[in-house]
């Protein structure tokens, strides 16, 4: 069984997967494209990609593309209790996974696009209008997260992919200076997940 990953260690969606991957303790090849102007090569979007884009999981012949569902796929079939299968406990899971892609991730993606990818890829400075606007509705969100959070170490109460998925932007959203404000369960929260051992090697090798 070869896992091999087209990915980025810098791209935050690879980052998520090689998370899970570094805690269920698989190996992985990690195919990294040159550019990503190459993403959109007539080959690439035939192959691999259709909408261009990072990252791609391959085993041996079984492929799939999306972050959120390579990781889903890798637990699932590790049996990895980082995604229960008792119904009312995954049926949990599935409400802080749906939180994180329709509330979390829009502010704070565009926060890190605009504040770190922007300057990166030659796109100009980040506009401080924007800035501000984006920081605002982020902190919105995680007013709603420290009450989910109340009384609990993880999202669900016990570690899981929940957790993961959220690690590649709030860190770099925290490496430009956002401030996690006077939030004691969201900091709690993020002491436990950003502390382990599995993300501290994706950060530490990218
Ligand atoms: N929803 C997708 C998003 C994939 C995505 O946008 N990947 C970025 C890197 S994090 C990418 O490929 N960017 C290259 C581009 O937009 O050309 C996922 O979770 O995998």
């Keep these: ?24 303790g698989l190996e992985f090849e990690l195919d990294q494209p040159t550019n990503f102007a190459s993403l959109k090569s007539p080959e690439y979007l035939r192959d691999k990609h259709p909408f261009g884009r990072i990252p791609v ?14 990781i889903r796929y890798l637990v699932s079939k590790q049996k990895s209790s980082l995604a229960p299968t008792d119904p009312q406990k995954l049926g949990i899971l599935e409400q802080f996974l749906s939180i994180e892609y329709s ?8 926060l890190v696009d605009e504040k770190v990818f922007k300057p990166l890829f030659g796109r100009g400075d980040p506009d401080p209008v924007k800035v501000v606007e984006l920081t605002k509705k982020a902190d919105d969100v995680l007013d709603v997260y420290e009450k989910l959070l ?13 957790d993961i998925i959220h690690l590649p932007y709030l860190h770099y959203a925290i490496q430009v200076d956002y401030d996690l404000g006077d939030r004691p369960n969201v900091k709690r929260w993020w002491k436990n997940i950003s502390e382990k051992p599995s993300w501290k090697k994706v950060i530490t090798q990218g």
Aim: aromatic share 12%; hydrophobic share 35%; glycine share 6%.
């Design 103 to 110: 509330y979390f991730n829009p502010p704070f993606s565009s």
């Design 57 to 70: 999981l391959n085993e041996d012949g079984y492929q799939i593309f999306e972050s959120r569902a390579i």
């Design 1 to 24: 069984m070869t896992i091999k990953i087209t990915g980025a260690l810098k791209s935050t969606c690879t980052q998520r997967v090689v998370t899970v991957l570094h805690e269920l």
């Design 150 to 162: 109340v009384g609990k170490d993880y999202l669900t109460g016990e570690y899981s992919i929940a």
